[in-house]
């Protein structure tokens, strides 16, 4: 066995922990874990709920930043905790808090249920311009239009873009990078054909008005998906859809 | 077939799409013009670099905001300006919390507004 | 156990004054110094208005070394909108595919901060011409 696997140095972790039952407010309880090089901070969370305390609530999935289950704040900064490594915050002690402007359920798990609300009212699926039967074939898509909206469709719902975004912060009811991201996926589908129905659901104070473009969504996403993005080009089609609603009336979809 | 659509209501339509377009258009404008203005106005003209000594005499100038294409322009640069720095501010005090949103709009958005109107108003008693 | 209290944590005050978000601030505050440059040039149309003994006033000001420093700043200011301004440009723009590929944002910001400078030193240049013609 090489030294990278043989667990010979330790780190502290100053983890926020919060029980509804007994705490009347979060308090950071400090643990030492034993780690290697090959660790990240999710597995030293699951070291210490196998060995120091079975207590500790965090959420989890696949390991390898593709479920987006594990995100929270690690030395304030909003993170996959599968995919930061604890050699790269050593020797010093770690801070982990759950996800900056989510109300928090338990230790390091959050309230998602506002944000599963945002995405389902956006109309997150394709609603086709045409209806076309199965018989027809497929709806065929170039390269290049693939490419317009592909990098949207890799948002994995972790919701580190709402921890980093201050505007979320100010107003939990902004619709917020993430579900804006979705919206551009597709938007920006050639397929699609319910892109009024989305612009409706944005043009108000909480929807693509909140933001003041502070891009700090883009530079967390693990993903790349570029939400600051979504939610400003969104800002000229909404201003677009603002000044021509006067011209041509529609009646509400 | 086109699948049910389950339609979820539309929220009250914002009206910051208005000052959105102001501030962009003062922002695009300071972008590309700026720097170029505030050389000029601020070190050229003064003190007479790069242009003739009477270029900023007061015919001079007079003649070139009675013209409606200098009227233009000036109102173009005072008016978009303010706008542009007016939606920031705003937008910096609300990040602050400096007061209520209405008094933060006034002092903000209400001084742009009231400072186009003057610069109107000055534009015409100036005359053609 | 299964007892729910969902505790909400208050968004620090002062969040505006950190990293990461101090760029963010610093931007916005440049924006401002587009519209304290407005105020001088109004200042000025104020001065024309009133006559030639107001504007000359306003003549002395501005050649003072006082006026040289506050737009010594302003255009430091003025500089930082723009490299901003340019940098968030394809933040506002739907995606540019060109052949198939997306075209990198840096790419876009570089050709946008371009046509800035020609826009800027074509307005210098055309007026320094007619100075040299008139």
């Known amino acids: 066995m090489s030294d990278a696997t043989i667990p010979s140095k330790s780190i502290e972790l100053r983890v926020l922990r919060y029980r509804p039952a007994s705490d009347r407010e979060p308090v950071l309880v400090s643990y030492r874990v034993a780690y290697s090089d090959d660790m990240s901070v999710l597995q030293a969370l699951q070291s210490i709920k196998d060995t120091q305390d079975g207590s500790l609530s965090f959420r989890w999935s696949c390991r390898m930043a593709v479920c987006g289950s594990c995100g929270m704040m690690i030395n304030g900064e909003p993170k996959l905790a599968c995919n930061t490594f604890v050699r790269d915050l050593a020797p010093d002690a770690v801070i982990i808090e759950p996800l900056q402007n989510f109300p928090i359920e338990r230790d390091l798990v959050v309230t998602v249920g506002d944000f599963v609300k945002k995405i389902e009212s956006i109309y997150p699926y394709i609603i086709p311009k045409v209806a076309k039967p199965v018989e027809d074939g497929a709806h065929l898509q170039t390269p290049a239009q693939m490419a317009a909206y592909e990098s949207f469709s890799d948002c994995i719902n972790c919701m580190l873009c709402y921890a980093a975004c201050p505007q979320f912060g100010a107003n939990p009811d902004f619709i917020g990078p993430g579900a804006m991201a979705l919206l551009q996926r597709y938007n920006g589908d050639s397929r699609d054909g319910g892109r009024q129905f989305r612009l409706d659901q944005i043009h108000g104070e909480d929807g693509v008005w909140a933001c003041t473009a502070v891009g700090i969504c883009s530079e967390v996403c693990p993903k790349q998906v570029d939400p600051a ?16 609603h006067y011209v041509q009336p529609r009646s509400q979809p | 077939m086109r699948p049910t659509i389950l339609h979820h209501p539309a929220p009250k339509r914002s009206v910051a799409p208005v000052f959105w377009l102001l501030f962009g258009a003062g922002g695009m404008l300071s972008a590309l013009f700026g720097p170029a203005l505030i050389i000029l106005t601020g070190f050229m003209l003064p003190h007479g670099w790069g242009v003739p000594a009477n270029f900023s005499d007061f015919p001079h100038v007079l003649a070139f905001v009675r013209h409606p294409i200098g009227k233009l322009v000036v109102l173009a640069v005072i008016a978009l300006f303010f706008w542009h720095g007016a939606e920031r501010l705003f937008l910096t005090l609300k990040d602050m919390r400096a007061g209520p949103p209405l008094l933060l709009r006034l002092m903000t958005y209400g001084v742009a507004a009231l400072l186009t109107l003057v610069t109107i108003a000055l534009l015409l008693a100036i005359g053609f | 156990m299964s007892e729910r209290r969902p505790f909400h944590r208050p968004q620090p005050r002062h969040w505006w004054a950190h990293k990461p ?21 109004l200042a000025g149309l104020i001065c024309l208005w009133r006559g030639p003994e107001a504007y000359a006033v306003y003549r002395r000001i501005l050649s003072s070394d006082a006026a040289f420093a506050v737009h010594l700043v302003l255009l430091a200011a003025m500089l930082w909108h723009v490299l901003t301004w340019f940098q968030i440009l394809p933040k506002t723009m739907p995606k540019l595919i060109l052949r198939g590929r997306p075209v990198p944002q840096r790419q876009v910001t570089a050709i946008a901060l371009l046509v800035a400078m020609v826009c800027s030193a074509a307005l210098l240049v055309v007026v320094v011409a007619i100075g040299v013609t008139s």
């Open chain 1, 229 to 244: 993005n979504a939610v400003n080009q969104n800002k000229t089609n909404s201003a677009l859809d603002f000044f021509l």
């Open chain 3, 21 to 41: 978000y101090l760029a963010y601030t610093v931007r916005e505050l440049s924006g401002v110094a587009v519209a304290v440059y407005g105020a001088i040039l």
